[in-house]
């Protein structure tokens, strides 16, 4: 036990380096193992010793099936494209009439909110990771 | 109390043949490891919940965790930081699955007397109720203070545990005793207290 770790941290209002919070958790009592803790340890892993190891997955075997399912949902996703876009071709729009002077406005207020999104994203992403850590 | 510090150099070499002989394949080989860290491990996970049964509990899946994992220990850092790294990871898993106290810290109390009058058995009261306010602390403060003093104030074997920055790991250690302070005011009035805990420290040094 060094006290040179701990003098560092009295930031408080107290002078004294060894603080009573010290004097009171340095002084936790110590917790004696059961005696049949080692055996249970050892049990649980001879048990797991004894267990087999875990069947691998088959990828050989699977790719093809992957490579097949993979290749059915994309025929479907085009054919529902496809559909999508001829009738979408029976219709016609017609965009509102912007001013000039309006649109040449809309196209940096577009890069602002592409901005605001991608740091919305970019923070929703490092506080779920923060949060994982446990240390936030 | 000096596990964590004299079983490090106590057996490092009986660490590392235990381990290439469980690598190697005998299992049983794992039983000299468990009965040289089994009273770390149970009182470090004791520290984070304060509960015996459960605490073995947690030891013992430290315990299986290491063993399923010793192909991981690389031996650039000492076994004792390898094994105490990862308890501290398990505990902490099994913690947030059912918290250890979901008191809030408002809600624990400090006994009514100043320390200056508190007989042994209040005093007794008064410490364990310190304690069990850790347990309330916010988890970011709460395990630098569990680990902190389980490491007998080691602030690197602290630091090392939770692979964290010493000044970190300082600010929030100071940040958490600030938090006690504030629960337990007559704390500041145990100068005598802790005067003479100094002078016993350094009279054992």
Known sequence: MSSGTHSGMGQGSNPNPVHSIDRILASD???????????????????????PAPIPFPWKRAIPGIVLAACVLGWGAYECLRHVLQNAQQFSFALPHVPAAAESALVPAGWVVLALAASLLSWIYASRMARGTGLF | MTWTSSRATEGPDQDAADVARVLAGETAAFAGIVSRWQGPLVNMAWRYCRDRSRAEEMAQEAF?????????????SSFSTWLFALAANVFRSELKQLPAVNLPMEEITEPAAAAQQLSVLEERRRDEAVRRAVLALPLRYREPVIL????????????????????????????????????????????????????????SQ
Do not use: C, I
């Open chain 1, 29 to 51: 009592e110590a917790l004696a193992p059961s005696s049949g803790f080692l055996a249970a340890v050892m049990a649980r892993v001879q048990e797991e010793a004894a267990t």
């Open chain 2, 64 to 76: 299986v965790r290491a063993w399923r994992g010793l192909k991981s220990w690389r031996r650039e």
């Open chain 2, 148 to 203: 902190y003093y389980f490491h007998e104030m080691d602030l690197g074997q602290t630091a090392r545990t939770m692979g964290m920055p010493d000044g970190t790991l300082k600010a929030r250690l100071a940040r958490a005793r600030d938090l006690l302070r504030r629960r337990f005011p007559h704390l500041n009035e145990g100068f005598v207290a802790a005067s003479h805990f100094k002078r016993n420290e350094e009279v």
